[in-house]
């Protein structure tokens, strides 16, 4: 099991609003550490979404979003589109492993 | 633009020995901490190790904690990773990643290779 939880998988109709939790525990995200978002299509190498919680990095279209609240996260997808379809993993750092921790991940169908 | 090349990845027996090398491009190597990460076929990410930008800070998960070796050399701007006793469950496609900052503490990966791909089988 990974050490932050994330739902295994999650859809949404084209145009609608998805969210994707991550829930972690009092030696990562509830520690105070950031957390970090990132999308991964097939075959691809994983690409950064969003860093520092709920910042963009240039390039990356405002319809994503992020959010953070005691030991948990959130990735809000407004307006979903059909290329939005990919896996989507959260990562933050954990003081009891002394380092990174990722998500299980989230595979996100637009159906 | 940042560039992240691995290579090294290959079939090799358990228990035996292997040395990733990552060459990196593109923006000031020694300014930056460095990561490996890896992924099992069909699985998720798993972070591996990290290294500081003076390598005086080093991490390790514990499923390679004792088995591999991070290591950086600044003036040929190339990350390494030396993997030994590899296991079975050690398959995975590896990717080396630029941490945006300095240290390892409470970072992130803006820039990611492609991955070598690393198979344990007998």
């Known amino acids: 099991q990974s050490v932050l939880t994330q739902p295994p998988s999650v859809s949404g109709a084209p145009g609608q609003r998805v969210t994707i939790s991550c829930t972690g525990s009092s030696s990562n995200i509830g520690a105070g550490y950031d957390v970090h978002w990132y999308h991964q299509l097939p075959g691809t190498a994983p690409k950064l979404l969003i860093y520092g919680n709920s910042n963009r990095p240039s390039g990356v279209p405002d319809r994503f979003s992020g959010s953070k609240s005691g030991t948990s996260a959130s990735l809000a997808i407004t307006g979903l589109q059909a290329e939005d379809e990919a896996d989507y993993y959260c990562q933050s750092y954990d003081s009891s492993l002394s380092g990174s921790v990722f998500g299980g991940g989230t595979k996100l169908t637009v159906l | 633009e940042v560039q992240l090349v691995e290579s090294g990845g290959d079939l090799i027996q358990p228990g035996r020995s292997l040395r990733l090398s990552c060459a990196a491009s593109g923006f000031t190597f020694e300014d930056y901490a460095m990561h490996w990460v890896r992924q099992a076929p069909g699985k998720g990410l798993e972070w591996v190790s990290g290294i500081s930008w003076k390598s005086d800070d080093i991490g390790y998960a514990d499923s390679v904690k004792g088995r591999f070796t991070i290591s950086r050399d600044n003036a040929k701007n190339s990350l390494y990773l030396q993997m030994n006793s590899l296991r079975e469950e050690d398959t995975a496609l590896y990717y080396c990643?630029?941490?945006?900052?300095?240290?390892?503490?409470?970072?992130?990966?803006?820039?990611w290779g492609q991955g070598t791909l690393v198979t344990v089988s007998s």
């Open positions: 990643a630029k941490d945006s900052g300095y240290h390892l503490i409470g970072s992130y990966c803006d820039y």
